[in-house]
């Protein structure tokens, strides 16, 4: 009678029963790695304010600086030698109003730093946010009703003026921010009427209503007046209503999609790239997430380089083809020296 030893099957085995010689060297790991991070991944947030030689650190976001329009030749040039080729910009005005009027000024803030950045650096590409809420003096994403309710359809027609204003100032890609219902196409159709065709909409369709945000509140200065953002952002608790966002974006003419917050809702994000596979998926690793990671690291509670390149891994792997991310200077910078 022969005894049986535990190991008898892996001695024997012909096939992958031992997973691990395939982890033994670094070369092999690289080899069969089933999900890559490229700088080219990655979006660059710029957050833009008026006057000249401004660079104001935002402290709920280490590393993170508001920066006038001539400083973004400088950052430019650093993100294209990093491989970076896309930004995102956000824009801080010298004035608010109930209309958020400067959103869709022809020399304002991100008109102006639009062209800085395409005069400097023509091959980058320039995103913005389309939003209306770093503009109002109520902070919020629209127009409000007499009790204090953001207006969807009024809305709509400043978001078409916002981006048509971006799109004649040189951007190549507006982004939606608002979830507000139609915005997508009330953009696509005035994009369209004013010749402005080759300019690409990457809509954040699936926007959940998110504590992540703080920190960005405060590098935006576009935080609520009064109440919150629950009445258009989603639920967190929502996952299918996500796909159904999805769909009537495409319906509407999006090029490309985006899920924010990206930590918390890799489901999502994994949901919508099965769905929805024609089209190029973001995910927004939001500022929140940014802050952990960087107050981990500050206390020396975690390594922040191979925690950094973790997160983005695993928003890659989860689905998205672009991330944006206000590490995307440094992760680029850990990738190019391997
Ligand atoms: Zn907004």
């Known amino acids: 009678?022969?005894?049986?030893?535990?190991?008898?099957?892996?001695?024997?085995?012909?096939?992958?029963?031992?997973?691990?010689?395939?982890?033994?060297?670094?070369?092999?790991?690289?080899?069969?790695?089933?999900?890559?991070?490229?700088p080219a991944d990655?979006?660059?947030?710029?957050?833009?304010?008026?006057?000249?030689?401004?660079?104001?650190?935002?402290?709920?976001?280490?590393?993170?600086?508001?920066?006038?329009?001539?400083?973004?030749?400088?950052?430019?040039?650093?993100?294209?030698?990093?491989?970076?080729?896309?930004?995102?910009?956000?824009?801080?005005?010298?004035?608010?109003?109930?209309?958020?009027?400067?959103?869709?000024?022809?020399?304002?803030?991100?008109?102006?730093a639009i062209r800085a950045l395409k005069d400097a650096s023509p091959e980058l590409v320039v995103m913005t946010d389309v939003c209306m809420c770093e503009y109002t003096d109520h902070g919020h994403c629209g127009l409000l009703g007499d009790e204090g309710d953001v207006l969807n359809d009024e809305t709509l027609e400043v978001l078409a003026r916002i981006a048509v204003s971006h799109a004649e100032a040189g951007a190549d890609v507006v982004a939606p921010s608002g979830m507000i219902d139609g915005m997508v196409g009330a953009i696509?159709?005035?994009?369209?009427?004013?010749?402005?065709?080759?300019?690409?909409?990457?809509?954040?369709?699936?926007?959940?209503?998110?504590?992540?945000?703080?920190?960005?509140?405060?590098?935006?200065?576009?935080?609520?007046?009064?109440?919150?953002?629950?009445?258009?952002?989603?639920?967190?608790?929502?996952?299918?209503?996500?796909?159904?966002?999805?769909?009537?974006?495409?319906?509407?003419?999006?090029?490309?999609?985006?899920?924010?917050?990206?930590?918390?809702?890799?489901?999502v994000v994994r949901s919508v790239r099965e769905r929805f596979a024609e089209l190029p998926l973001a995910a927004y690793n939001v500022s929140g997430e940014y802050a952990m990671v960087k107050a981990a690291a500050a206390n020396g509670w975690l390594d922040e380089r191979a925690a950094v390149l973790e997160v983005l891994t695993g928003i890659r792997r989860a689905g998205a083809d672009l991330v944006v991310t206000y590490h995307a200077k440094d992760a680029a910078a850990w990738l190019q020296s391997g």
């Open 188 to 267: 696509r159709g005035a994009l369209d009427a004013d010749g402005l065709h080759r300019v690409a909409i990457l809509s954040y369709a699936v926007k959940y209503a998110s504590a992540f945000y703080g920190p960005f509140r405060e590098a935006a200065e576009g935080a609520p007046s009064f109440g919150d953002r629950r009445s258009h952002q989603m639920d967190p608790g929502n996952a299918r209503e996500a796909l159904r966002e999805v769909a009537l974006d495409i319906e509407e003419g999006a090029d490309a999609l985006m899920v924010k917050p990206a930590l918390g809702y890799l489901d």
């Open 1 to 38: 009678m022969t005894s049986f030893h535990p190991l008898d099957a892996l001695r024997t085995a012909p096939g992958p029963k031992r997973p691990r010689r395939l982890r033994r060297t670094a070369a092999l790991r690289d080899l069969v790695r089933e999900t890559s991070l490229d």
């Open 42 to 112: 990655l979006v660059q947030p710029l957050f833009v304010v008026p006057g000249d030689s401004v660079r104001k650190p935002v402290s709920s976001m280490p590393g993170v600086d508001q920066v006038s329009s001539d400083e973004l030749p400088v950052e430019a040039r650093e993100l294209a030698a990093l491989g970076v080729k896309a930004v995102l910009l956000f824009g801080i005005p010298s004035a608010k109003d109930a209309s958020g009027a400067e959103a869709h000024a022809e020399d304002g803030v991100v008109q102006n």
